[in-house]
Structures are given as structure tokens and as C-alpha cells.
């Protein structure tokens, strides 16, 4: 069975740091392909960063230059390290993993961002 289970997160103020993670199982995770989304009240979920087996990430660019994903495979977990956080960013984070066609999520984890 798979599960994401994610930590991290909390308030912060304009400009500063956070770091989300997700502990992947039930799952081979090295050769998986996790993404890390985002969602206000009332607006479609929205793709933050993506990482494959490779290890190369890829980002929205709401986020490039200030966002860095990151996996490590002896511990099952994707990293999602926030930086230059703004008001903007704020919404609830989900870890997302697509396996043989079906989408498995976090239980994702609010970030605030403000003053």
C-alpha cells in the first residue's frame, strides 16, 4: 500500500526559510518520480517542483531560484526546501507520486507566509 506521509511546515515570515518533507512507502523509491504541489482556498491544485530517479528537479516558475527539491533514497523522503518564502506562497503543500496510472497524495501541510 502506498502512503506519503508529510512533515514540515508552519508560519514564517516574508522572506524566510521552511522545509517541507515526504516519506515515501510501500513504494521502490529510487525509481519513482515525485512532485510537490500546492493549493489555495478556492483555486485548482498547482504544480511546485518536480524529481525524478535522476535526482534533476524541475520547477514552476513561481518558484524557480527560490525553491529546491531534493531526494534521498536511504531514507525513502523528498525534500522541498523554500526559500525567499513570500505571501504569496502560501497555500496547503501536497507531496503527489503517479504510479501505474493513479495518483497518490500527502496529507498535505499548510505554509503561511506572513508578517
Known amino acids: 500500500q502506498v502512503q506519503l506521509v508529510e512533515s514540515g511546515g508552519g508560519l514564517v515570515r516574508p522572506g524566510g526559510s521552511l522545509r517541507l518533507a515526504c516519506t515515501a512507502s510501500?513504494?521502490?523509491?529510487?525509481?519513482?518520480?515525485f512532485a510537490w504541489y500546492r493549493q489555495t482556498p478556492g483555486k485548482e491544485r498547482e504544480y511546485v517542483a518536480g524529481?525524478?530517479?535522476?535526482?534533476?528537479?524541475s520547477y514552476d516558475g513561481s518558484v524557480k531560484g527560490r525553491f529546491t527539491i531534493s531526494r534521498d533514497n536511504d531514507k525513502n523522503t523528498v525534500y522541498l526546501e523554500m526559500n525567499i518564502l513570500k505571501p504569496e506562497d502560501t497555500a496547503v503543500y501536497y507531496c503527489h507520486l503517479r504510479k501505474f496510472g493513479d495518483d497518490y497524495w500527502g496529507q498535505g501541510n499548510q505554509v503561511t507566509v506572513s508578517s
Open positions: 510501500g513504494v521502490i523509491f529510487s525509481i519513482e518520480t
Open positions: 524529481i525524478g530517479p535522476g535526482a534533476f528537479g
